[in-house]
């Protein structure tokens, strides 16, 4: 399953091209099930596109269908304004990393390396300098003669993505590279991917640095690595947008309670100035900049952010006071993480700061904290 990876993607040393992908109208079936609903992407070159989503959310037929190891059953793929919908694996001009790695056991890692320029008639000096130039790059210079089974699983992982990348291709694809890793080497590992195919674009003639599409279910990892966030859930995709805003601001109930995000009301706006909302005997101030003109009087689902409170200081001075008994504590590290039973249904679960933390009262006790107006943001239904 390794060798078409590194087959067919670039020409020889020095072209150079802007690249841009585009998936439009996306469709796939298996059976009776259909597993990816008109799935729409651009990415822009020198882009880090990750698609991140539960088990089963169809993101690996989505990246098996821009490889073309997957047909699609609707919708075009274009790579650089070149359709490629039915173009075969080997002729796309494509890196593939894999979780497995589909290393050659038999080759040591200058050989590994080497194996698509090789299959692409590079002649040995311009090889032998592009290997040397790629090993620096993932951190494995003076690695050339060493045995793969000799490498840790980290080293293995900077093997194969150099071996990918060696060719300059147009489009890397990066299927789950750190799942078979430990936490500690994943966490390493995923700041280092990012600084590689950012450098790696400048070693190969795009300044902008390499597009990719990477594909995992870790939302730590995701935030790391990408560019844009590509949220999939059910063979539809819930939200688009960069990492930072994916997390202040998750466009449905779904991207919220995926990224840990468990406090989501369903309420109504209930005035204009200030801007407040009503959830039963709650009424809760919202800043105006997370609201675009929304209609009153209709139920719209609000996140309230694990961020959002504090304890009241001063009743008669703090906004949106509410009450509620303390029923959990947890250790979390910076902060401590609480779990408060209201009047209303979900309890809500918020994060203090340790310094904050201190002057919490005891489990079961009742407590009363202001919630930050700038901290409520409004969902979409799906």
Not at 27 to 34: I, M
Not at 55 to 66: D, E, V
Not at 180 to 203: S, T
Not at 345 to 372: C, M, N, R, W, Y
């Amino acid at each position: 399953m390794g060798w078409w990876s590194v087959l067919g993607m670039v020409d020889k040393p020095g072209k150079v091209e802007r690249m841009l992908l585009q998936c439009a109208n996306i469709q796939k079936s298996y059976g009776d099930k259909l597993v990816l609903h008109d799935i729409d992407l651009n990415l822009a070159s020198g882009e880090i596109g990750v698609l991140l989503g539960p088990s089963g959310c169809g993101k690996t037929t989505l990246l098996r269908i821009i490889a073309g190891l997957t047909v699609p059953d609707n919708g075009r793929i274009h790579l650089h304004n070149q359709d490629i919908t039915h173009t075969p694996v080997h002729q796309r001009g494509l890196g593939m990393v894999f979780q497995e790695y589909a290393l050659f056991p038999h080759k040591n890692v200058f050989q590994n390396v080497a194996f698509g320029l090789r299959m692409l008639d590079w002649d040995k000096p311009s090889l032998a300098r592009r290997v040397r130039e790629v090993l620096e790059l993932v951190g494995l210079s003076g690695f050339g003669s060493r045995p793969i089974h000799e490498l840790s699983g980290g080293e293995q992982q900077r093997v194969a993505l150099a071996r990918s990348l060696a060719p300059a291709p147009r489009l890397i694809l990066l299927d789950e590279p750190l799942g078979a890793l430990d936490r500690a080497l994943r966490e390493r590992l995923m700041l280092d991917l990012r600084r590689i195919l950012k450098d790696a674009g400048n070693m190969l003639g795009r300044p902008e640095g390499m597009t990719a599409v990477y594909v995992t279910h870790d939302q730590a990892e995701a935030f790391a690595i990408a560019d844009k966030l590509v949220v999939m859930n059910n063979g539809r995709i819930e939200q688009v947008a960069p990492p930072q805003t994916v997390y202040r601001q998750p466009a449905t109930p779904f991207v919220a309670r995926f990224l840990g995000m468990e406090n989501i009301f369903e309420a109504k706006l209930v005035a204009q100035n200030p801007l407040t909302m009503e959830i039963r005997d709650w009424r809760l101030e919202i800043a105006p900049q997370t609201i675009n003109h929304l209609p009153l009087a209709i139920n719209y689902f609000f996140l309230i952010r694990p961020e959002a409170a504090r304890l009241v200081d001063n009743e008669n001075e703090a906004v949106n006071v509410i009450n509620g008994r303390l029923t959990q504590h947890s250790f979390r590290g910076r902060y401590q993480l609480i779990t408060l039973e209201t009047s209303h249904q979900p309890p809500l679960t918020l994060k203090f700061e340790l310094e904050t933390a201190v002057s919490l009262p005891p489990i079961g006790h009742t407590i009363q904290l202001t919630i930050d107006p700038a901290s409520i943001v409004p969902l979409e239904s799906g």
